[in-house]
């Protein structure tokens, strides 16, 4: 497998992360995409996974603290801490 420059160096700099591994929205779950206000979050339907769809958080926090298995990660940056 090969990687272009673009691709060794991009870096997502989403504000909300989900750990795939704990994510169980395959089990179905859907935690996160129910209580984000935004509806910023999805689940990937052929991974059965949680994702953020758009970038526009408010940091509100609700997906990272209702998530039952601790896969969600809200980064709020340094200056809104």
Not at 15 to 35: M, R
């Amino acid at each position: 497998m090969s990687f272009t420059p673009h691709e060794i160096f991009h870096r997502s700099n989403a504000p909300v992360t989900v750990d795939e591994d704990k994510c169980i929205a395959d089990k179905g779950c859907t935690v996160c995409v129910d209580v984000c206000p935004m509806d910023l979050l999805a689940i990937d339907m052929s991974k059965g996974k949680a994702y953020m769809q758009f970038d526009e958080c408010w940091y509100c926090m609700p997906c990272e603290q209702d998530c039952p298995t601790g896969a969600v990660k809200v980064d709020i940056p340094y200056l809104l801490r």
